[in-house]
């Protein structure tokens, strides 16, 4: 079993920043790539950043040069670091993972998902 556990999102003023964080645990043999992703209201889930392991970066257009994504891979954690938010980042931010683990058989490669953050930006 693998869990993503993501923390701190809240609400936030314009122009503010926060820094969401995740944490992958379990039967972890090698973990591939992680990213974040989010869901406004009324909207379909889109992709806001992704780190691969290799430490290549790609980020979705509306938030290039606001976050950066991170990645510590002694601790499985990714990072989203979100500065001069707008109102339009208002959503639910889930963490991915593209995960190895252990299995009965092995090894597998499956994709997880965190339960997902709120993230408010209003004034």
């Known amino acids: 079993q693998v869990q993503l556990v993501e923390s701190g999102g809240g609400l936030v003023q314009p122009g503010g920043s926060l820094r969401l964080s995740c944490v992958a645990s379990?039967?972890?043999?090698?973990?591939?790539?992680m990213g974040w992703y989010r869901q406004a209201p009324g909207k379909q889930r889109e992709l806001v950043a992704t780190v691969t392991t290799g430490g290549t970066t790609n980020y979705a257009d509306s938030v290039k040069g606001r976050f950066t994504i991170s990645e510590d891979n002694a601790k499985n954690t990714v990072y989203l670091q979100m500065n001069s938010l707008k109102t339009e980042d208002t959503a639910v931010y889930y963490c991915?993972?593209?995960?190895?683990?252990?299995?009965?058989?092995?090894?597998?490669?499956?994709?997880?998902w965190g339960q997902g953050t709120l993230v408010t930006g209003s004034a």
């Open positions: 991915n993972a593209d995960i190895t683990r252990y299995t009965s058989y092995g090894t597998g490669t499956t994709e997880h």
């Open positions: 379990g039967m972890i043999f090698r973990i591939n790539a």
